[in-house]
């Protein structure tokens, strides 16, 4: 009851038992890779790489790379009015740390709005990065306007005329009236 036909293995498996040729020369039996072609002579030459991308497809993923950089402030808004509401406007130690942080991180922000955009910055897109630092600058001075919409509310600004006590003076009375029984 034998018969004579043999199930043969897989190709796969018979490609892993069966050991590489020797490479002569230059020559390889490889496929080329993905954004590869073989010329007529057997070089191979890359079709498109990154370096070799046009000037303005390099300045537009730039371009939008800034725009990301100079909206990334404006996702902070909600957060920060989220816990000036949570830390309430009594002196504690929590709410002046959070004070503290709101100003600290729009003040050095601002400072290096230059850095931030350089990396970015060619000669072709200079004008549109004046957009993008123009948006950064806004954002960055809306946070500090919460920090001080912030501080007022604590009461730590002088915005009332009681703040000023100290230099006023007495009102002068030009009559006086008494009253008088009759």
């Known amino acids: 009851m034998s018969s ?3 199930i043969q293995p897989p190709k796969w498996v018979v490609e892993m038992n069966t050991p590489l040729a020797k490479r002569s020369g230059k020559t390889n039996n490889f496929r080329s890779p993905p954004g ?12 498109r790489s990154t370096t070799d991308r046009k000037p303005i497809e390099t300045d537009t ?4 790379k800034a725009w990301e950089v100079a909206l990334a402030p404006s996702k ?17 130690i929590f709410s002046i740390m959070m004070v503290f942080m709101l100003f600290k991180g729009p003040i050095q922000g ?14 072709s897109n200079k004008t549109k990065i004046w957009g993008c630092k123009a948006v950064y600058v806004l954002m960055q001075l809306a946070l500090l ?7 007022n509310a ?13 230099w006023e003076s007495e009102r002068i009375s030009l009559e006086r009236a008494y009253f008088a029984f009759g």
């Open 36 to 47: 590869f072609t073989t010329k007529a002579s057997g070089k191979q030459q890359e079709t």
């Open 61 to 64: 993923l730039k371009l939008k």
């Open 145 to 151: 306007g919460m920090g001080v919409w912030k501080v």
């Open 4 to 6: 004579t036909t043999s």
């Open 76 to 92: 902070q808004i909600p957060m920060n009015a989220i816990m000036m509401y949570m830390s309430g406007n009594s002196l504690q």
């Open 154 to 166: 604590m009461g730590l600004l002088p915005t009332t005329r009681s703040d000023w006590l100290a």
């Open 110 to 123: 601002l400072m290096a709005t230059n850095t931030q955009f350089l990396k970015f910055e060619t000669e």
